[in-house]
């Protein structure tokens, strides 16, 4: 099944696709971002969980 575009007036989310990945390691890999999420996460542990979407 797939993910919903929800919209608002300002703000347009969408689902995460193939060209999200280099945005989502650098996110994943930030200790400051990941601090209430978890450890950061290597390029190889990002992709695994991506493949998996």
């Known amino acids: 099944m797939s ?3 929800l919209r608002t007036a300002r703000i347009r989310l969408v689902p995460l ?3 999200h990945l280099d945005h989502e390691v ?3 890999a930030d ?3 990941m601090r209430y999420l ?3 996460r290597t390029r190889a542990e990002v992709e695994s969980a991506h493949r998996l979407r």
């Open 31 to 33: 200790p400051e971002v």
């Open 38 to 40: 978890g450890p950061a």
């Open 26 to 28: 650098e996110l994943d």
């Open 17 to 19: 696709a193939d060209e």
């Open 3 to 5: 993910q919903a575009t």
